[in-house]
C-alpha cells in the first residue's frame, strides 16, 4: 500500500515522504503501536536519466552565442570541474597566492548525478596555470568595481533582494540564460524538455576530458570518494585540498 502511494510521487518528493514515513513508523513500533515499519520495505523507484550529456560540437556552438560573462562561466567550468553555485560565488578574494579557493557549498544528494558531493563541502585550492590565468584575464572588469569574477552589468538597475552586489549573477538566472541560449543556437535540435543538457552537465563533460587527458579529476571537483578535508570546529584552521588543472580549453 505504501509503495503505491509512493509510486505516484515524482521522484525527489517520493524521496522525501519515505523518509518520513520511515522516521514515523520508526517512532509508531518504538511505542507498540504497530510491529514493523512498512515504510522501510518499500524499494527506491529507478529512475531513467532524461537528461543528455554535452557533446563538445554543442558546447562550442552554445559558447559562440553566449555574451562574454557566460561564456567565462562555460571556460572556468571546464577547467575546474566547479558547479554552477561555485562558480557565480566565486569572488576576487577567493584568489591570491597563485590559487583559486572555493570553499564548495553543500549539495544534494541525488543518486542520478555521479558527481555530487554526498558528504557536505569540501575545500578545494586551485592552483592557475597560464590557461586559468586567461579566463581570468578576461573576467576582470574594465573600471568595474565588482567582488565577483562572474558579473555582468544589467540592462537596468533593480534592487534585488537576493543579490549582494547589482553585477552579481544568480544561479537561478545562469541556468535560465543558458537554457535560452542552448535553444537559440539550435545546439541540440533532436533532443526536447528534460533531455536538453544543462549548465551544470557542463561539469561531466570537464570530468571526462580530464580524464581523457590522463588527469584525475577527483579531487578537482570534490568528488565523495576522495577524502575531503572539512572545516574543523569554530576556531580552527580550514584545510585546502591543493589540485591542478588538468586540461586545456577545447575552443579554438
Not at 586567461?134 to 568595481?145: F, N, Q, S, W
Request: overall charge positive.
Amino acid at each position: 500500500m505504501v509503495n503505491d502511494q509512493l509510486d505516484e510521487l515524482t521522484p525527489s518528493n517520493r524521496k522525501a515522504i519515505r523518509s518520513l514515513l520511515c522516521s514515523i513508523f520508526d517512532v509508531a513500533m518504538s511505542k507498540g503501536i504497530c510491529p514493523d515499519n512498512p515504510a522501510r520495505i518499500t524499494l527506491t523507484k529507478h529512475v531513467q536519466r532524461q537528461r543528455k550529456c554535452h557533446t563538445l560540437a554543442g558546447l562550442q556552438q552554445i559558447r559562440a552565442n553566449s555574451p562574454l560573462w557566460l561564456q567565462n562561466a562555460i571556460d572556468l567550468s571546464l577547467l575546474t570541474t566547479q558547479r554552477r553555485t561555485d562558480i557565480v560565488a566565486l569572488r576576487w578574494t577567493d584568489i591570491y597566492d597563485g590559487y583559486i579557493h572555493i570553499a564548495q557549498q553543500k549539495t544534494t544528494t541525488d543518486s542520478l548525478d555521479e558527481f555530487e558531493v554526498m558528504e557536505g563541502a569540501g575545500y578545494v585550492r586551485i592552483k592557475i596555470d597560464a590557461e586559468l590565468q586567461k579566463v581570468l584575464d578576461r573576467c576582470k572588469p574594465d573600471k568595474l568595481l565588482t567582488p565577483f569574477v562572474i558579473h555582468q552589468i544589467p540592462k537596468r538597475k533593480t534592487k534585488n533582494a537576493n543579490k549582494e552586489h547589482w553585477t552579481q549573477i544568480l544561479p537561478q538566472y545562469l541556468s535560465e540564460e543558458f537554457l535560452r541560449i542552448v535553444k537559440r543556437a539550435k545546439a541540440y535540435p533532436d533532443l526536447k524538455g528534460r533531455q536538453i543538457p544543462t549548465f551544470h552537465e557542463i561539469r561531466a563533460l570537464a570530468i571526462f576530458l580530464h580524464k581523457k587527458a590522463g588527469r584525475s579529476a577527483q579531487a578537482l571537483a570534490g568528488h565523495s570518494s576522495v577524502k575531503m578535508t572539512e572545516h574543523y570546529e569554530a576556531g580552527h584552521e580550514i584545510v585546502w585540498n591543493d589540485v591542478d588543472v588538468g586540461i586545456a580549453l577545447p575552443f579554438a
